[in-house]
């Protein structure tokens, strides 16, 4: 298990820088797995997956929704409509250290724009992603469909 996550984590050599992370101090607050485990049983999150190519071949976690890095930008307003109804957005990337964290900022600055009354109070991000998410032996779905019904 520990092996595991030491071999995939050499795959990313990118650190995430001291700026960002200040800035994301604001509104974007960080969240184990063990805790989104427990949360995510209530109807009220979202779990938004923001990895690119990796998730057609990797797992997933169960029911998350999925807006890749590359296109998150300009998909931020679908993202509100697809969480309609939650008040708590949880990101992950394959190890959230650099694009879960900066689509989250993003979708935090968007809503301080105040354009959209989405509701949404909370927004985090998954500590180690989904890699430490699998390698701490979490349930995940294999599922091939664009949109993960959950029930996998
Ligand atoms: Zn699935």
């Known amino acids: 298990m520990f092996t595991a996550a030491i071999k995939k984590s050499t795959i990313c050599v990118c650190q995430i820088s001291p700026v960002l992370a200040a800035t994301m101090a604001k509104n974007v607050s960080f969240i184990t797995g063990s805790e989104l485990l427990s949360l995510k049983e209530r109807s009220n999150v ?3 997956d923001v990895r690119d190519d990796e998730r057609s071949h990797d797992g997933h976690i169960a029911g998350s929704l999925h807006f890749a890095s590359d296109t998150f930008q300009d998909r931020i307003p679908n993202l509100v409509q697809a969480a309609k109804g939650k008040d708590t957005l ?4 394959a190890l959230s250290q650099v694009r879960g964290p900066k689509c989250a900022r993003r979708f935090a600055d968007y809503l301080a724009e105040g354009k959209v009354d989405a509701g949404i109070k909370n927004i985090m991000v998954l500590e180690r992603g989904y ?22």
């Open 46 to 48: 979202a779990i938004v």
């Open 90 to 93: 949880v990101f992950h990337c």
């Open 131 to 152: 890699n430490g998410w699998e390698a701490s032996g979490k349930p995940v779905c294999r599922c091939r469909g664009s949109t993960c019904k959950g029930g996998c």
